[in-house]
């Protein structure tokens, strides 16, 4: 018996050493994509890329399901080639993940305004005929997507959404430019560097023992609700003070 439960620890040390390492690894991998533009673009050139329309992501219908398709980097010129866009537009991807074979991961939205585009931006209906597959706003099919794409797609559904928002300094007024990974903007003017913002949100079920308390918004679609949640009004003050505490501690 004891040998038995030796050897089921071992096997259970040796899997989350495993899973370990593999986070470690990854979270290195993304953070030299992140501070080097060029492994980030060299990245790109082996990597897949998760394409958006105005914020919704494409997707397509299996089954009961919807998947999220990945395009490759000569797949992506090639249909910004089709539409008489120039591939200089994908500079404006996102870096949102990397494979435990580091293969990275990137999004692109086809809909927003692009200082690299010749039009505004691409056609709706003709993208998604040559796609093969729709554009949905993902809160609509969040929970018929598997873990993985969802967590991908609202990481990139956030960072584009920010970029997006964030296109001029504020000190300046000038124009930001964000690097290769789009983990930052910088201003050139002044040097300052913006980074994606962190609101902080309290999620709680309420329940009673036997049921929980649900609520839903009039945006939801339809059969959707959710916990109740909101967004948390912290003090500026408050952060400077966590801040300089972690700093005492370390």
Known sequence: MSLYCGMACRRKFFWCYRLLSTYVTKTRYLFELKEDDDACKKAQQTGAFYLFHSLAPLLQTSAHQYLAPRHSL????????KFGQDAQRIEDSVLIGCSEQQEAWFALDLG????????????????????????IELRKALFQLNARDASLLSTAQALLRWHDAHQFCSRSGQPTKKNVAGSKRVCP???????????PVVITLVSDGTRCLLARQSSF????????????????????????SCLVQS
């Open 74 to 81: 000569l797949e992506l010129e090639r249909l910004l080639g």
């Open 189 to 199: 003017s002044n040097n300052i560097i913006y980074y994606p913002q962190m609101a």
């Open 112 to 135: 927003l305004d692009s200082s690299f585009s010749i039009s505004a931006s691409l056609h709706k209906p003709e993208m998604e005929t040559e796609l093969k597959g729709s554009f």
């Open 221 to 244: 679609p339809k059969g959707m609700y959710s916990a109740l949640a909101g967004f948390c009004d912290i003090d500026p003050g408050e952060l400077e003070r966590i801040r300089d």
